[in-house]
């Protein structure tokens, strides 16, 4: 179990400026945070791996980005209005409202009072209208996941691309949830950022192609730096399945919390888009659109063989990106003792995760010469592409490998005045693992990092 705390993770994420409480100067919101300057970066890199590896590394994945407010009928078709719901219990005395699982004994966890209420349902979407009438018609939805809108778009998708099964549509983007208790810093939110991808199969082809995608997305977190022995598949029992779930396993991961939840790889069977294409028929049936009723979108393949029709299958990889930070993060974090009392916060985070790629450290603070060497190292530097590179002028090189060691950060560069004074030119470079140091000529700096980073 990683011995990092969640206090220890939530003072770092503050201090460097990861994240931070939202709406922090009114006493935050429940549920929300916001990312800092380096959050955004970390975030960024994890969303560009998942991208990579399911979109640019492969032939058969297709992307999208849909909008976030969603039609009513999609999610009243796709189940969630009937069913996405925790059933709830009112306490009459505190006036509190608990997940009826967290009920103990018959009593309100807050007050201990018996007078509740039976349970029912509270919906988890969150709903607010379109336009300027706030009538029942104008009713839309902030999406709960972003896989509705890949099923309302499978035609065109299909159409536009000329793909043919088994093929997938990969999407990253905001979805919210009114979570009754959100907890556990970024673990459980109320806005959160989703990358799922639905991959598109034949029928009695679903569970071998389940299995595939629960082995290629475990060595794909193994790929981003996480321990093998820090997380486990768990398979879910019927009463645990979503409503349009045949089978799910999660990855669940050592959070500082306890073993949780990371990602869930479902056989969501043909239900959303058989849904979908009988929600159109009974659309146009209702909005007496009779005439338009032959061009309802079947949203179904057709068997290359037989020329019959049929709706496909769906394995569907679903990982919050803020879970998969925190993740990242826990297993990042080491606390390292260096001998003679002294210490150090190392974020041990795999290189293409680490939110500045290299540093670039001036020995002596304000002095213009070795301030010129470094702004023009830096230009050379992201000429190469390979992400964010800091300048610092700080002028303290101890506090700045410090906090280089502290956000993640691979290499730093320190530019001294043997640079400027000595040719061929040359500057320190400092590896943050194993904390060497060693010169490199500025003129071979350009092939040593495409090296590093590329390797
Ligand atoms: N489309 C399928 C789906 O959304 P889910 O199990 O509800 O399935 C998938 O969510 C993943 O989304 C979870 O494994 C988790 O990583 C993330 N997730 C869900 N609810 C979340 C929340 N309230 N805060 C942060 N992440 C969340």
């Known amino acids: 179990m990683p011995a990092t705390s969640m206090d220890q993770l939530v003072s770092l994420c503050k201090r460097r400026g990861f994240i931070f409480q939202n709406a922090d100067i009114y006493g935050g919101m429940q549920g929300l945070y916001d990312y800092g300057p380096l959050g955004v970066e970390l975030k960024n890199n994890v969303k560009a791996a998942w991208w990579r590896s399911m979109v640019y590394e492969r032939d058969d994945i297709e992307g999208l980005d849909a909008a976030i407010l969603t039609n009513r009928k999609v999610l009243h078709y796709s189940g969630h209005e009937d069913t996405f719901a925790d059933p709830m219990t009112d306490c009459r005395k505190c006036k509190g409202r608990f997940r009826a699982d967290h009920i103990k004994d018959g009593k309100c966890p807050n007050c201990g009072s018996t007078d ?29 996941e972003t896989a509705q809108a890949i099923f309302t778009q499978f035609r065109n998708v299909v159409d536009s691309t000329s793909r043919k099964l088994p093929f997938g549509i990969a999407q990253i983007g905001k979805s919210f949830r009114n979570e009754i208790t959100p907890r556990n810093f970024i673990f459980r939110v109320r806005e959160f950022e989703h990358m799922e991808m639905e991959y598109f199969v034949k029928p009695g082809e679903d569970e071998q192609w389940h299995k595939y995608w629960i082995e290629n997305r475990v060595k794909w977190w193994e790929d981003q730096g996480l321990r093998r022995d820090r997380f486990r598949l768990y398979e879910q029992q019927p009463d645990e399945l979503a409503h349009y779930a045949k089978a799910c396993y999660d990855i669940e991961y050592q959070f500082p919390h306890g073993m949780e939840e990371l990602e869930g790889i479902a056989n969501r069977r043909d239900y959303d888009l058989g849904n979908h294409t009988k929600g159109q028929e009974e659309f146009k049936l209702e909005a007496h659109c009779h005439e338009n009723h032959e061009s309802t979108q079947k949203l179904c393949m057709k068997d290359e063989q037989t020329g019959e029709a049929f709706i496909p299958f769906v394995i569907e990889p679903s990982v919050g990106l803020d879970r998969a930070v925190l993740a990242l993060l826990t297993e990042a974090y080491t606390e390292e003792d260096l001998g003679n009392g002294n210490s150090r916060i190392v974020l041990k985070l795999k290189k293409h995760l680490a939110p500045i790629k290299v540093a670039v450290i001036p020995l002596k603070k304000n002095n213009e010469q070795i301030m010129a060497k470094c702004h023009e190292i830096k230009k050379n530097l992201l000429k190469l592409g390979i992400g964010r590179v800091a300048l610092e002028n700080t002028g303290n090189i101890g506090k700045a490998y410090r906090r280089h060691d502290e956000v993640g950060t691979p290499i730093c560069i320190t530019v001294d005045f043997e640079t400027i004074e000595q040719q061929p030119e040359s500057v320190t470079i400092r590896d943050r693992d194993t904390m060497e140091q060693h010169r490199v000529n500025i003129a071979d700096l350009p092939a040593y990092l495409r090296e590093y980073f590329n390797n």
Not at 119 to 143: Q, S
């Open 116 to 144: 509740l209420t039976e349970p029912r349902p509270f919906n988890l979407m969150f709903k607010t209208t379109v336009g300027p009438i706030d009538n029942a018609e104008n009713i839309a939805y902030l999406r709960p």
